[in-house]
């Protein structure tokens, strides 16, 4: 892929600008002045779409601080508290103070950080909602973050998504062997597509993993070996795994510092060999950071 292809499939995740974040981040959370270095290198590099939420803490009122015109918004809505018996209300009045806190007068799309509550009994009522601010022209789409092909399944039985998020990495391979990447662009659902670093995980040397991770030694083993045969840095494998898959629209991927940035984009330009069945993995321990805390 040319440098122009991969910067206009990347999406800058801004999780770190409003939390600590990730198994492998060093730096905390990013000061506002760095923020504005990355936002600038990203505008300039060609990326135009940023991807946030409600729960990253600090970090939509942070974005709101600089000019996001050229930007793509994506943002998240939190769960419906359980007493709400507005649904409507209560989703138009979340994106009303996302949109305050962003600066901005519409999103290119809102999902559901929360999407099993559309299964709920305010499922449809929640759906209707999302729906009504799409009419409204607030949001240009509306859908879901999702965790599993699992979840996906169960959504798309009953509602039309425009844009779904869901993990997807060079060693987790659920999308492809459920379907759900053929599936998704067969309905017109778009797929924007998020831990391609596990968190940080496969960028992490042999030395670095934590220790818990050596119950997939075997797994490890083949990934370093396929990096060390191919001459490849685990930052270029994991980016461009994901980048040269033509179904999926973006590849968010955040950052500490605008020097990673950087490097991400020196990184993602190029080619992906052939990768080996042996670096598939569908364990949810491994594949689902959540788990990880109580494995």
């Known amino acids: 892929m040319s440098m122009r292809e991969v910067t206009g499939k990347l999406a800058l995740g801004t ?9 492998a981040n060093q ?19 060609g ?4 991807d946030t939420a409600i729960a990253y ?50 999103v290119d799309a809102v999902l559901l950080h929360r999407p099993a509550q559309l299964l709920e009994s305010q499922g449809d009522a929640l759906y209707a909602a999302l ?18 092909a699992e979840e996906l399944e169960r959504l798309c039985q009953r509602f039309a998504l425009d844009l779904v998020q869901a993990p997807y990495n060079i060693i987790d391979h659920r ?73 999926i629209e973006r590849v968010v991927v955040g950052v500490d510092s605008a020097q990673q940035w950087q490097q991400i984009l020196q990184a993602a330009a190029g080619d992906c060999p052939p990768v080996p069945a042996e670096l598939g993995a569908t364990d949810p321990a491994l594949l689902n950071p959540a788990l990880w805390k109580t494995a």
Not at 15 to 23: D, E
Not at 47 to 50: E, G, R, Y
Not at 131 to 148: F, H, K, N, P, T
């Open 47 to 50: 990326v135009d779409t940023l």
């Open 175 to 247: 999308l492809d062997e459920s379907g759900w990447l053929q599936r998704l662009s067969r309905q017109g659902t778009a797929l924007h597509v998020r831990s391609v670093f596990l968190q940080g995980l496969l960028l992490m040397s042999r030395k670095q993993r934590p220790a818990h991770f050596e119950h997939w030694q075997s797994l490890w083993d083949c990934w370093d070996s396929w990096l060390e045969e191919h001459q490849l840095s685990p930052l270029q494998a994991t980016l461009r795994y994901a980048l040269n898959q033509p179904l």
């Open 131 to 148: 729906a009504g601010l799409r009419e409204q022209g607030l949001a240009g789409r509306i859908g879901a973050s999702v965790y599993d």
């Open 57 to 106: 803490g600090e970090s939509e009122r942070v974005l709101g601080e600089f000019d996001l015109s050229g930007f793509k918004v994506v943002t998240k809505l939190s769960a419906i508290p359980n007493a709400c018996d507005d649904v409507s209300g209560w989703v138009e009045r979340q994106l009303a103070e996302s949109l305050a806190r962003l600066g901005l007068q519409s």
């Open 15 to 23: 999780v770190q600008f409003g939390l600590p974040y990730g198994i």
């Open 27 to 45: 730096q905390g959370q990013v000061g506002v002045d760095e923020v504005g270095r990355i936002l600038g290198s990203a505008r300039e590099s």
